[in-house]
């Protein structure tokens, strides 16, 4: 299927020829090439091949073509995988010599995917493609964390109900999380510095995503009208659906997944599938909402929708941790 979905965006509509990467490699690198600043220690493990990069990008986009994504979107993937194919150099030795600005610099690479490519470069998942593929990307960004395993990610989540890394910080610093077993001081220690960047390493998606965290940003108007947009096209079994890794004894694809815009922004929207919506019956309420990419793309959110169980709000759709404004907005649509 991948080869065929690759023919239709890339062979049919690109220019792929050995010329195509000839020249815009020439053009786009004279400048970079000038500049040795050192990214050295910046990166965790093997380095990545230009190979394995390309087949992450590629998957993402036969991912996105056949869950119903934007056309220009994906065919914006597939010149990626072109580009990093056509390449002479490793990618990781290009930003390793040059800095992220040399990856800004490669021809037809958007900005959301020069961060994926910082985030693979420098051991870290990616997590648009991990929820693609049915992982969950919450506990996978955890679990690039050092000293926190994909086990030890998912306790995290479930018992401490902690959504992002800058929330991870937060506990680690206010006693929540040396309470968990199995978290001594030397374990908490680490984790504390590496949430820090003060180790070895700084963390790939704490500097990636939680530094520009825009979830506040974004009007509760439009995260409602993505959770309502969802939930018509589940009721009306129009959506693509993925096969969780967790929480799916069966190994059946049940799990719907919407790929929508609201202007330039990027979003997916699917149930809930942690432990915890299972154990309360909520994995058919509970909708994540991700800003995939944004004009910049280190600007990321997450949002969760709930069906309100409490108050005056009792029964309506509310984002967590953003009552107060659902309550005002519900307020205006009297």
């Given at each position: 299927m991948i080869k065929q979905l690759e023919f239709d965006y890339v062979s049919a509509d690109l220019p792929n020829t050995p010329d195509f990467c000839r020249v815009n490699?020439?053009?786009?690198?004279?400048?970079?090439?000038?500049?040795?600043?050192?990214?050295?220690?910046?990166?965790?493990?093997?380095?990545p091949s230009n190979d394995d990069l390309a087949e992450a990008i590629k998957e993402v986009a036969a991912f996105l073509q056949v869950q119903g994504a934007n056309r220009s979107r994906v065919e914006a993937y597939y010149r990626a995988v072109n580009v990093v194919q056509c390449l002479d150099q490793p990618v990781w030795q290009i930003y390793e010599l040059n800095g992220i600005a040399a990856l800004e610099e490669l021809p037809a690479i958007g900005n959301s995917i020069v961060r994926a490519l910082q985030q693979m470069i420098r051991g870290g998942k990616w997590p648009l493609l991990e929820r693609l593929r049915g992982n969950d990307a919450l506990e996978s960004a955890f679990a690039s964390v050092p000293n926190i395993g994909s086990?030890?990610?998912?306790?995290?989540?479930?018992?401490?109900?902690?959504?992002?890394?800058?929330?991870?910080?937060?506990?680690?610093?206010?006693?929540?999380?040396?309470?968990?077993?199995?978290?001594g001081q030397k374990r908490l220690q680490a984790i504390r510095e590496a949430l820090a960047g003060r180790g070895r390493f700084p963390d790939p998606l704490t500097c990636l995503e939680d530094d520009r965290d825009v979830t506040p940003q974004i009007r509760v108007a439009e995260i409602l009208d993505i959770d309502d947009q969802y939930r018509f096209e589940?009721?009306?079994?129009?959506?693509?659906?993925?096969?969780?890794?967790?929480?799916?004894?069966?190994?059946?694809?049940?799990?719907?997944?919407?790929?929508?815009?609201?202007?330039?922004?990027?979003?997916?929207?699917?149930?809930?599938?942690?432990?915890?919506?299972?154990?309360?019956?909520?994995?058919k309420d509970w909708v994540v909402i991700y800003l995939e990419d944004h004009h910049h793309a280190n600007q990321h959110g997450r949002w969760t929708v709930i069906t309100s169980q409490f108050g005056k709000l009792r029964g309506k759709r509310i984002v967590r941790g953003r009552e107060s404004a659902c309550a005002e907005y519900y307020r205006q649509r009297v």
């Open positions: 490699m020439a053009t786009g690198f004279d400048s970079v090439r000038q500049r040795q600043t050192s990214n050295n220690g910046d990166r965790k493990g093997a380095a086990a030890f990610a998912r306790r995290i989540h479930d018992e401490l109900q902690i959504e992002t890394l800058a929330e991870l910080q937060t506990a680690a610093w206010d006693g929540r999380l040396e309470r968990l077993s199995g978290v589940v009721r009306n079994k129009t959506l693509p659906k993925v096969t969780p890794q967790r929480n799916n004894p069966a190994h059946e694809a049940w799990l719907p997944i919407l790929h929508t815009q609201r202007g330039g922004r990027h979003y997916s929207a699917l149930y809930s599938n942690t432990a915890h919506a299972h154990e309360f019956g909520m994995n």
